[in-house]
């Protein structure tokens, strides 16, 4: 491809690790383009027919200028008195038939490129979807952590529809003006090579512009869609914060935060557009000028009886022909180069390497007694500004029948530990084991088939209930569901609703409160099997009898599996096996509520606090 | 790249779908205003008159241009070459007429110029400000809307559907170039020779029938492709944001296999639709190459008979080939001009979305109010004939903290929308600082009501400008004070940046805990006369607790509070306790008079220490009526 040529810095994407994933997009845009062109030449069988029905269509579009110099040459020959009136008829009627066949087969050829160009367009685009869909599931926590919905969106809609339009619009089409350019040259050098020189001089000055402006398109393609990711983070985190915005009455700050940004996307806008026009009507500019250069040195040929009429009629045709496709090289530029820039976005999601993956030799977590054991835990977030470590130091042993809670000030690392024994981050110190295997030895996928957290934050999916619960085991069976709402205290509820567990919820269905969205959560944890079951707040929304009639509901379950309970309410864990309490990342108490109060330590402290009528009545 | 393998299919579960189980557009699609949307659009583009009319005189210097071009060509022909002859003479009108040619591709050119760059500005500003407008109404519109409507379908419209107006736009100005550019040649064709001219417009007609018949079934084949599309795009963004979720519960291949279905879904109705918008491109070439060959036998007869100059025979050959571009390009459009219409169509309805909650006219805006908040008789409900609170009446008095307690879903967060008028009541009135809230402007509201939500929503940004929010004009030490007063200086101080460190999306590198610490430090910045904490405090542990209620004391002297909590040690020192069932207020009064009076609130209070073993079964039984009909 003519791109390869102009190559700028090194030959390879080097960004393929989570950890140093970049925002912005490489320089590299040639090999972008090249990958992308590459993906659609793997579709062999289309984009040859696409190959060749570009090639026919080109030389059967070739061939209308010269029909139309031959039917001027017949019809000026008579007035010249060269030929005879019959014979000139019937030349004229066979120049009329040929033309009309080259239309009509050009037409069909290029409907055919088309058809192939567009299809490969979205088999390409259908391609980069899934896998683009297939590598946000993968991905671990802490990349999420980072990046913004919003820009994640944007990459799946527009990027990929950048990437696709190119090759729609850019690849077949680029072949098209290859040969269109290369046979008129030669037939027009054929004729007269002189005319045919000023016939093409505009070439290289539109080359030129060509690859100047790609590169500057390029540039501004880039920072728009930098700005545009912006806009949309703003728009998104507004509407997403809605109440917070009303609350404290803050519309007008919104819209000034929106204008700001919005104006400079308009003024990068504005500027893309500017630089396209320039090059798209100079381009066009130049072209007409070759074509008046035409005119006039062809026409001093003909008068001087160099050529014939019905060859500066070719001439003029052919370059006639040219006045389209010059007008879509402009396009084409613009079109490669939001390619090169939407390509080289996915394609640094599409290339990194999740941090959290199953090892080479992974093997499948087997559980036998279904104890959890954390081992002198060191934590730090890979993200985390300054070297604080999260956790520090936390050893623990769950094991079925026995419950561990966890209580702490906001921050102290409570979540920090539900999420290490999902492994949805690798611990930096010490090691998390279910039943003697590192959790880091075995796959992924049968260790959180193990591991059943309830989130602290609820989230539903759009869908109805029944769906909602058993989002963890979609083959559930009624009943099983139906048990699951129960134990969750919700199954009244549902099914009280009038199209009960077919009810939707989510942001376009019923709205459910917040104690409602935790139970759901606990409906959908319960209903799955796993040797560990963690709670992390899950009960902070609920009141207290609820959470009451909760409990003893779960107590079967409860018995069967290592269960972890993190929750502020010390009613809610009072009655666990072991209590840590936790303070910036290490345990600075552990034992059962009796040995805690015993020491009349912080644990002793809250507790009073939760009990003791007369406490915060004296402070208010 | 990783090639996307699709896994063995599986046998499909029952219970999985990926994206909204509603179709996403169904209720938006049926039909298609084209000349209503280009209407609403005409609205828009008033404030850029006066560059419009230049655009459109650009766009006809333009177009005369390039139809001067072949005239240009045939008088070269016809009078300087193909006259034989005296050469002399011949060359020097060759000369001049290139000379008159160069001078038009120049003007060609500077209009070209002017064209392109007024339509794209505007185009750009258009699309600015529709998108504008959109995002200012839905800072006004009602939260009923809101709460009903997911934020990435709205998404959806203040960028996808922009961004296909933008291509719509950006082509429009070459589809009225290319319909003045048609009528001219027409009359252009017609003038030079009408005979020839009527014969060659001759295929046109059957240019039409065929796009009768085209239209309604490529419409079809198009309206498949964007629904298929929309679909995709939703599933895509609910992986996006329960990625979690889906990681938890090992979703992943199953989600993936759906997916593919539903991409597969959109890639065959984007290939059909693509076969309907090329089936025309050999219909309109081969009516070309039929006007093509009319004009060579016709015309070339008329040659031979010498009634018609061999130059205007070439210059009819130039412009049909130009001809038939336009329409060419008309019926390419085709499928954007649709996606447009429907593009404009959804922008609009955003647009129309009733504003049920407004300011009045003449809504006050007062200075100082007093902090008393009065209930009367309110009744209210998100559903019609589902309400929600029933005939609720009380009064805080300024400066008293109020507690409201009650199980969930009994309507305890609705009374707080209802207070700072997030909603309309049904029926009754409510009252802050003596004002009905609906003679109040929301603004005001908004300054005297400072808000501690259920859900703690942090913005992207710094810690600072995030406790900010509610005023942007207070001091560094004033943001500083609260964040000691909620007990989160301490935690800030740590992260690496202090109240310089950005945080992710929502707040995602904090806990749950420091989120609400850090909402709770925003809404005391706020220093409004009101206070509302809505489990403000539902993820923080009592201790820490303890010491914000300690600072709060300090805080609140001389201020309104209202507090939800379930912790009920947490609202035990309130001045009052409201108790909250299914809709009703059932109890109220100090916490010492409802231990006594032994109703709910008693009961909900032993049971804070109670196991599960001992609640006694008459608690249960009565608890338990109560809370099954939330
Ligand atoms: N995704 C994250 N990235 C970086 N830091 C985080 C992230 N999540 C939590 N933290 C930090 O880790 C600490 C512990 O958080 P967490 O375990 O959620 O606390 P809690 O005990 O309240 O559940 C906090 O200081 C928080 O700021
Ligand atoms: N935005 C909403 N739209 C529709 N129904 C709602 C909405 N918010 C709450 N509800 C319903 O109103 C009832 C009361 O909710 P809420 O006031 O949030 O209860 P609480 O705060 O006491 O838990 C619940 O049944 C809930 O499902
Ligand atoms: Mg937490």
Redesign the pocket.
């Given at each position: 491809m003519k791109s390869k040529k102009t190559s700028h810095g090194k030959s390879q994407l080097d960004i393929n690790s989570e950890s140093t994933y970049r925002i912005a997009v490489s320089k590299l845009d040639t090999n972008v383009l090249w990958r992308i062109t590459k993906m659609a030449f793997r579709h062999r069988l289309r984009m040859a027919i696409g190959i060749v029905s570009t090639i026919l269509a080109a030389t059967f579009q070739l061939f209308v200028p010269q029909f139309l110099g031959r039917a001027v040459d017949q019809a000026h020959g008579l007035l010249t008195l060269t030929s005879d009136r019959a014979t000139t008829e019937d030349a004229l009627m066979t120049t009329a038939l040929l033309l009309i066949s080259a239309s009509l087969l050009r037409g069909l050829f290029t409907m055919c490129q088309n058809y192939q160009g567009e299809a490969v367009g979205h088999l390409i685009g259908y391609n980069l979807r899934l896998s683009y869909y297939r590598q946000l599931q993968r991905l671990s926590f802490s990349w999420h952590d980072k990046v913004h919905s919003g820009d994640l969106m944007a990459r799946g809609i527009l990027d990929i529809e950048g990437v696709r339009m190119w090759v729609t619009t850019g690849v077949l089409r680029f072949f098209l003006l290859t040969i269109l350019i290369g046979g008129g040259a030669i037939i027009l050098f054929r004729i007269d090579i002189e005319l045919g020189v000023v016939a093409l001089a505009f070439v290289p000055i539109v080359g030129f512009r060509v690859s100047v402006a790609r590169l500057k398109l390029r540039d501004t393609w880039m920072r728009l869609q930098d700005q545009m990711a912006k806009l949309t983070q703003i728009m998104e985190e507004n509407l997403s914060g809605i109440r917070v915005v009303r609350a404290f009455a803050a519309q007008d700050h919104e819209l000034n935060r929106f204008d700001k940004s919005s104006r400079i996307a308009l003024a990068v806008t504005h500027e893309r557009i500017g630089l396209f026009v320039r090059y798209t009507t100079q381009m066009t500019f130049v072209y007409f000028l070759s074509m008046g250069l035409v005119l006039w040195v062809g026409g001093h040929k003909v008068i001087d009886g160099e050529i014939t009429l019905g060859e500066l009629t070719q001439f003029l045709a052919f370059m006639s022909i040219l006045q389209m496709p010059v007008r879509q090289i402009g396009w084409m530029i613009n079109s490669i180069a939001r390619a090169s820039t939407c390509g080289g976005r996915l394609f640094n999601i599409l290339d990194l390497e999740p941090s959290i993956a199953d090892k080479p030799d992974a093997t499948p977590l087997r559980i036998t007694d279904g104890v959890l054991k954390f081992e002198n835990v060191d934590f730090r977030y890979p993200a985390g500004d300054g070297d604080q470590r999260t956790l520090s130091g936390i050893s623990l042993e769950a094991r079925p029948g026995k419950t561990i809670g966890i209580v702490g000030p906001p921050g102290s690392g409570k979540s920090t530990i539900a999420q290490l024994i999902g492994r949805y981050y690798d611990v930096t110190g010490g090691s998390v084991t279910i039943d003697g295997q590192d959790i880091r030895n075995v796959s992924l996928e049968s260790l959180r088939a193990n591991v059943r957290i309830v989130q602290q934050e609820p989230f539903l999916f759009t869908s109805s209930v029944n769906h909602n619960v058993a989002y963890g085991d979609p083959w559930a069976g009624r009943s099983d569901i139906e048990q699951s709402a129960a134990t969750a205290q919700l199954h009244n509820y549902i099914s009280n609703l009038p199209s009960g567990y077919a009810t939707l919820v989510g942001e376009r269905g019923?709205?459910?409160?917040?104690?409602?969205r935790q139970r759901m959560s606990i409906a959908r944890g319960v209903l799955l099997d796993g040797a560990v079951l963690v709670f992390d707040d899950s009960t902070a929304s609920i009141d207290a009898a609820t959470e009451q009639r909760i409990k003893s509901a779960l107590k079967d379950i409860v018995k069967e599996r290592a269960v972890i309970i993190i929750a502020h309410r010390l009613s809610s864990l009072m009655h666990a096996d072991e209590i840590l309490f936790l303070e910036e990342g290490r345990i600075v108490e552990r034992g059962d509520h009796d040995q805690l109060l015993a020491r009349s330590g912080r644990y002793a402290e809250l507790y009073s606090l939760q009990t003791r009528l007369s406490d915060t009545d004296g402070e208010n | 790249m990783a090639k996307a393998t699709p896994s063995p299919k599986s046998n499909r579960p029952p219970l999985a779908v990926v994206g909204s189980l509603v179709s996403q557009d169904e209720d938006l699609f049926g039909r298609i205003f084209d000349r209503w949307v280009v209407g609403r659009l005409g609205e828009y583009l008033r404030p850029y008159r006066a560059r419009i009319i230049i655009a459109i005189g650009a766009v006809l210097a333009f177009t005369l241009t390039q139809l001067a071009i072949p005239l240009i060509i045939r008088a070269a022909i016809d009078d300087a070459v193909a006259s034989g002859g005296e050469i002399a003479e011949g060359g020097a009108l060759l000369n001049i007429l290139v000379a008159v040619f160069i001078g038009v591709v120049v003007f060609n050119y500077i209009a070209n110029h002017v064209q392109e760059t007024i339509v794209g500005k505007i185009a750009g500003h258009l699309l600015f400000d529709l998108r504008r407008a959109m995002y200012a109404h839905l800072q006004v519109v009602s939260?009923?809307f809101m709460?009903k409507t997911e934020v990435g379908r709205l998404m959806s419209r203040l960028q996808g559907d922009v961004n296909a107006l933008q291509e719509f736009l950006e082509s429009s100005i070459f589809a009225i170039g290319d319909f003045v550019l048609l009528f001219g040649i027409i009359a252009v064709l017609l003038s030079l020779d009408a005979r020839l001219g009527a014969m060659t417009l001759s295929v046109v007609p059957i240019l039409f029938l065929v796009r009768i018949i085209w239209l309604p079934l490529a419409r079809r084949a198009f309206l498949r492709a964007r629904e298929t599309s929309s679909a995709t795009n939703a599933a895509l963004a609910e992986s996006i944001h329960g990625v979690r979720v889906v990681q938890e519960l090992t979703r992943e291949d199953v989600n993936f296999d759906l997916f593919d279905e539903k991409a597969t879904d959109n890639l065959n109705s984007h290939i059909s639709g693509s076969k309907y918008t090329n089936v025309l491109i050999p219909i309109v070439d081969g009516l070309t190459g039929a006007a093509m060959a009319i004009i060579v036998i016709v015309g070339g007869g008329l040659v031979l008979d010498q009634a018609l100059d061999i130059g205007v025979m070439v210059a009819f050959l130039f412009y049909v080939q130009r001809f038939f571009d336009p329409i060419r390009s008309l019926t390419i459009q085709y499928s954007i001009m649709q996606r447009a219409m429907a593009a404009g169509q959804r922008i609009f309805e955003v647009l129309d979305v009733e504003v049920e909650v407004s300011n009045k006219s003449d809504a006050q805006d007062p200075k100082e109010i007093d902090g008393s908040i009065e209930f009367e008789n309110v009744t209210f409900g998100?559903?019609a004939d589902q309400p929600?609170l029933k005939n609720i009446s009380f009064r805080v008095a300024p400066g008293e903290t109020v507690a409201l307690v009650?199980?969930?879903?009994?309507?305890?967060?609705?009374?707080m929308s209802l207070t700072h008028r997030f909603y309309d009541v049904w029926d009754g009135s409510i009252r802050v600082g003596g004002h009905d809230v609906r003679d109040l402007t929301q603004a005001s509201l908004g300054r005297h009501i400072a808000m501690v939500l259920?859900e703690p929503y942090l913005f992207s940004g710094t810690i600072l400008e995030n406790i900010r929010y509610a005023k942007l004009e207070a001091s560094r030490d004033a943001i500083i004070d609260a964040a000691k007063a909620v007990g989160a200086h301490d935690f800030i101080m740590r992260l690496g940046a202090g109240y310089e460190t950005e945080l992710d999306q929502g707040g995602g590198n904090l806990s749950l805990g420091q989120r609400q610490l850090l909402s709770f430090a925003r809404a005391l910045v706020a220093d409004a006369k009101i206070l509302i904490l809505?489990e403000a405090t539902a993820s923080i542990d009592s201790y820490t607790e303890l010491n914000i209620q300690r600072a709060l004391a300090r805080l609140l002297e001389n201020r309104t509070a209202m507090v939800?909590a379930h912790r009920l040690a947490t609202i035990r020192g309130a001045d009052r306790i409201m108790v909250?069932q299914d809709g009703e207020i059932i109890e109220t009064g100090d916490h010492a008079h409802l231990m006594a009076s032994e109703g709910l609130y008693s009961r909900l209070y032993r049971m804070n220490y109670a196991s599960f073993d001992d609640i006694p079964d008459d608690v249960a039984r009565t608890l338990s009526e109560s809370n099954d009909a939330?």
């Open positions: 019923v709205s459910l409160s917040g104690g409602q | 939260l009923s709460d998100y559903v929600v009650g199980p969930t879903g009994s309507g305890k967060t609705s009374t259920q809505d939800i909250l939330t």
